[in-house]
């Protein structure tokens, strides 16, 4: 028993409170999922998982008692045995000691086939509570992180997860059950000095294994620090191949990469090493304690307190307590690291979300999709504002466009409507709703968005256009198609609507993409539609083509048009002019010319270029 709390004080000092503290709150947070409330089977389960796990370690601590009994029975020793033991027998007691090897060995295995549901359903539940809070959180949370990174959380938490479960529940707890049976045992059937000696030894191995071990572990980080460093520089170098050629590079290419690879060399010797010494430390100190106990135990056997049996129980007790102790040095690196993956992951789950619903929000009830901004004020910073006050309103089935210079808030106020973002100042209103009264859900059902740069799944045509509404029919599914006109275009392709699009659908082009794009939204049927540049990444030909299919999509509709070329909303119903997050300008193309002002100069201006571009 001091042993396990030598465990602890050891962690504690070394790990930098990896155990102490988050280590703890991350235990603690795994608990709940192994002990789900309101379902009984998975408790039942771990409580029989449980029960097999003890009765495994009993059936492990009896045992030698068997073969004991079964040499004294031979040697013709009476010793300490109990009077049923000595009646079965020699051949019998071998045989009772084999049924318990193989009986300890079976209630593992059922201890773990009955704990493999309730840790695998731990696990996807971790998962996906840990996927879905990513993506409630707002989008200006995503835009600072990388998305490998938190796929890479994700991932690692999970493993961390189930690595503790596997190790710490079920190989380290078990070990120290076993440990203070086995300790007991040795009390109460020899004296307390077998016991001092088998805690003695027993805590001078993990200490030196956990101080050791958290001096591999620093260099082992150097070690792949190093490797990483040159592994960039080769990537670096091969990436740059025409530079370095350019500038007869090669040689300080070489020793650059060299370099690295020396610091790499000089840190797995040490990691080498360390090992080395880690393992011969270790079996030292077992063979020590071994060979001390052993020789109490030949004492004991010469001047007639032991017998034979006892000799050989104390010896197969010292290998069966020592053998797991060989791996704790890698088990303790690894759980140390599933531990902190762990932390990163619940860290990610305790991120707040910037945009919730509130609590009594409602449904919202879009009548005919009349749309307007408020006074709405806005800044990504509170030391930058982007938009001072901006009014704009947009009748049902009216089609307004935003324009302006970059930097004017134009894009800022597409996602203000998706309510990527709440506004800091003012209201945003459909059909008179505050979009923060109404929920998230059913906001983003009544807006249809047409972005710049269509991204798609890696997937199929058929599964990318059918992401605009779940459930949809191949009859809609095509008829969205036609509608986007890219029909034609898949169906000449050889696999059709099966056709994969390659990651981000880079097997398609911009203009292919973009007509996909156009058919999803089509197929969500939205009362409102937000274009957001959604040609100005496109050449000219191939714009002119999608802009009939966008002005068709529109009809019936509520369509607020963010563009950048201008001679793309010259039709609007009205256009506003941004410019420093400010309205200077709005009225019809013909009004805005013959005013003579912001827009008509941007429209001079773009005409020039156009022409110069012809020319």
Do not use: C
């Amino acid at each position: 028993m001091r042993r396990g709390g030598g465990k602890r004080t050891v962690s504690a000092a070394r790990t930098s409170g990896v155990f102490e503290g988050s280590g703890i709150r991350t235990i603690k947070r795994v608990v709940p999922y192994l002990w789900p409330e309101g379902d009984t089977g998975a408790r039942l389960r771990v409580v029989v998982a449980l029960a097999f796990l003890i009765g495994a370690k009993l059936i492990s601590v009896v045992t030698p008692l068997f073969y004991k009994a079964a040499v004294d029975s031979l040697t013709g020793e009476v010793g300490d045995s109990a009077a049923w033991m000595l009646a079965m027998g020699a051949i019998g007691l071998t045989v009772a000691y084999g049924v318990a090897r193989f009986l300890s060995v079976g209630f593992q295995q059922m201890r773990d086939w009955v704990f493999a549901r309730v840790a695998q359903r731990a696990l996807r539940a971790m998962a996906l509570q840990t996927f879905r809070h990513i993506h409630a959180l707002s989008l200006r949370y995503h835009l600072t992180r990388k998305t490998g990174g938190l796929s890479r959380i994700m991932e690692r938490g999970v493993k961390g997860v189930e690595f503790l479960l596997r190790f710490l529940l079920f190989n380290i707890v078990p070990l120290f059950i076993e440990l203070a049976l086995v300790a007991g045992l040795f009390f109460f059937l020899f004296d307390i000095w077998y016991l001092a000696a088998v805690v003695a030894t027993i805590a001078l191995y993990i200490r030196f294994t956990f101080v050791v071990t958290e001096w591999r572990v620093k260099i082992r980080k150097e070690m792949n620090d190093q490797d990483t460093d040159a592994n960039q520089k080769a990537i670096d170098s091969l990436l740059n191949f025409e530079t370095v050629k350019y500038f007869g590079a090669e040689r300080r290419e070489a020793d650059r990469y060299d370099g690295a690879m020396r610091g790499y060399e000089s840190a797995a010797v040490k990691t080498s090493q360390s090992l080395a010494f880690l393992n011969a430390g270790q079996s030292f100190i077992i063979t020590a304690g071994l060979a001390v106990v052993m020789v109490m135990a030949a004492f004991g056997v010469q001047d007639g307190t032991l017998t034979t049996g006892d000799f050989v129980m104390v010896n197969a007790y010292m290998i069966q307590i020592t053998m797991p102790l060989n791996f704790l040095g890698s088990v303790y690196r690894e759980i140390r690291q599933a531990l902190v993956d762990m932390a990163e992951m619940f860290d990610l789950l305790e991120q707040p979300a910037e945009v919730t619903d509130k609590p009594d929000a409602k449904p919202l009830d879009v009548r005919g999709g009349a749309v307007e901004l408020a006074t709405v004020a806005f800044g990504y910073d509170a030391a930058r504002p982007i938009l001072h006050g901006v009014s704009i309103r947009a009748e049902a089935g009216e089609t307004i466009a935003i324009v302006g210079p970059s930097g004017s808030g134009k894009s800022t106020i597409g996602r203000l409507l998706f309510r990527f973002y709440d506004v800091t100042g003012g209201a945003i209103r459909i059909d008179g709703q505050d979009l923060r009264d109404v929920t998230q859900e059913s906001l983003h059902k009544a807006i249809g968005v047409v972005p710049q740069d269509t991204v798609l799944f890696n997937d199929t045509i058929r599964y990318n256009i059918a992401y605009g509404r779940e459930g949809a029919s191949f009859a809609e599914i095509e008829a969205a198609a036609k509608a986007a006109s890219i029909h034609e275009f898949i169906a000449s392709l050889p696999e059709g609507y099966d056709t994969q699009v390659g990651e981000r659908g880079l097997k398609l082009s911009g203009g292919e993409k973009q007509r996909v794009g156009i058919a999803r939204t089509l197929l969500k049927n939205p009362p409102i539609l937000l274009l957001d540049e959604a040609t100005s990444a496109l050449d000219t030909e191939t714009e002119r083509d999608i802009q009939q299919s966008l002005k068709a999509m529109g009809v019936g509709r509520t369509v607020i048009t963010i563009a950048h070329r201008l001679s793309t909303i010259a039709d609007a119903d009205r256009i506003i002019v941004l410019e420093q997050g400010l309205v200077r300008e709005e009225g019809t193309h013909d009004d805005l010319l013959a005013r003579g002002g912001k827009y008509a100069a941007m429209w001079a201006r773009q005409a020039a270029d156009e022409d110069e571009e012809a020319a």
